[in-house]
């Protein structure tokens, strides 16, 4: 019999030149990275912390469905644009055990929790962290081998810098993301007589007694 095929993870090659990275935090020499991914049509915002002997294979990740994902970004743009420090938090649940071999809880656990926003600098930055692991802060800046200047030829000051360097990868991600979501799929085929045809793909089930919800 074959083996099963596991899900993977895929990379976006178009999102490569996004990755966030930061010192590793009490760790010499080492540097920390922020990526963005996909997990079964799933986006999904991943650190890994390069820590030594961290658990979790040193990965964070905020899966998202792609609603969640795309509130995330038009919120992010507003932590971009705003003219104060702002802050928001997105907590992600799973219901998989964290120990491994573990049976799927009925309950849903904490799983990561996304933090973005603007700090009291200028700098618009992103967090990835969960129950015990790492703290680390990605800043978006613009890039050192590159320096751009306004009309008045003064060049951009850290705070702007960071607020088009946060746009510009919102604007990427969302192209990328709305683009993979788009893809076609075969139609669906209703069941024959004798019980043949395609599988119906999944679907969200509408918690009991939502039909008779009152507002």
């Not at 491994?100 to 618009?124: A, H």
Request: hydrophobic letters at 35%.
């Amino acid at each position: 019999m074959a083996e099963p095929q596991q899900a993977q993870v895929y990379q976006f090659k178009e999102l490569e030149k996004f990755q966030l990275f930061t010192e590793t935090p009490g760790v010499a020499g080492k540097r920390s990275r922020l990526g963005y991914s996909s997990y079964r049509g799933n986006p999904r915002i991943t650190v890994f912390t390069n820590v030594p002997n961290d658990t979790g294979k040193g990965m964070i990740n905020a899966a998202m469905n792609p609603e969640t994902f795309l509130t995330f970004l038009d919120l992010f743009e507003v932590c971009a644009k705003s003219e104060t420090e702002i802050k928001y938090k997105i907590d992600c649940y799973t219901t998989q055990r964290p120990i491994e071999g573990q049976e799927v809880s009925k309950e849903k656990i904490l799983s990561s929790e996304l933090y973005f926003g603007k700090d009291n600098t200028g700098l618009v930055w992103l967090s990835v962290t969960a129950p015990n692991r790492p703290r680390i802060k990605f800043d978006m800046k613009t890039s050192d081998f590159h320096k751009i200047y306004k009309s008045d030829g003064k060049a951009l000051t850290e705070a702007e810098g960071s607020m088009y360097q946060a746009l510009a990868t919102i604007t990427a991600l969302r192209a990328v993301f709305l683009g993979h979501m788009s893809e076609l799929r075969p139609p669906y085929v209703p069941k024959d007589n004798m019980g043949q045809g395609s599988r119906a793909p999944a679907r969200a089930v509408s918690p009991a007694g939502f039909d008779d919800i009152t507002f």
